[in-house]
């Protein structure tokens, strides 16, 4: 029988509860992390996204789409390529998201990349690029592209401009679909991995 007081459970989120209850222990999944803050506190949690998390995802992709700093993305979406994502998740709110989507052999797609107003500056968005592109090598992708307004941040990580003609064909099937389709303001960026 388990044995669980009430204070061992303060400060968990529900999930963290429903796992002690469940489980018996605080298990993480696989790649399933905390992040320490300044403090040594343990705040953010890097962890594949579930279907309960799209509609966070997308309230955070449309404010900056609203603002201009992003491209849109419909639920629909979303919910589609939802297993190319990384979220950072703090205090049981999802605070940033990226994916990465295979385009052709060995060449993936950082997209989706947004970090909530007010968790800018502190590394997370840089984390979920860091995370994504490790999974990227894992299965054999050598370089990796995005599409971007945000140039200053993606070459902070090592990502170098390109012309966007310099991208095979294939990058450009989703664009089809995109209202700014064929006047692309984005840059093109690139990165060896």
């Known amino acids: ?21 469940w489980n018996g222990r605080l298990g993480r999944e696989e790649g399933e992390r905390k992040e320490k803050d300044k403090w040594g506190k343990e705040s953010v949690i890097y962890r594949k996204p579930t279907f309960d998390d799209v509609e966070a995802i997308y309230q955070m992709v449309y404010d900056y789409a609203q603002e201009g700093a992003m491209l849109a993305r419909s639920r629909n979406t979303l919910y589609e390529t939802l297993r190319d994502m990384v979220v950072a998740e703090e205090d049981s709110r999802i605070v940033g998201v990226g994916g990465l989507h295979f385009i052709w052999d060995k060449l993936a797609e950082v997209r989706t990349m947004a970090v909530a107003s007010g968790y800018t500056r502190r590394g997370i968005g840089a984390e979920i690029v860091r995370r994504l592109l490790e999974e990227g090598r894992q299965h054999g992708v050598t370089c990796a592209f995005t599409l971007t307004y945000q140039v200053e941040f993606f070459a902070a990580l090592g990502f170098r401009k390109v012309a966007k003609e310099e991208l095979p064909p294939k990058v450009w099937k989703d664009c089809i679909d995109c209202p700014k389709f064929p006047n692309c303001d984005e840059v093109a960026m690139v990165l060896d991995i």
Not at 1 to 21: C, F, I, K, T
Request: without cysteine; glycine residues 10%.
């Open 1 to 21: 029988d388990l044995q669980v007081s009430p204070s061992s459970l303060r400060g968990l989120s529900a999930g963290e509860v429903l796992s002690v209850l």
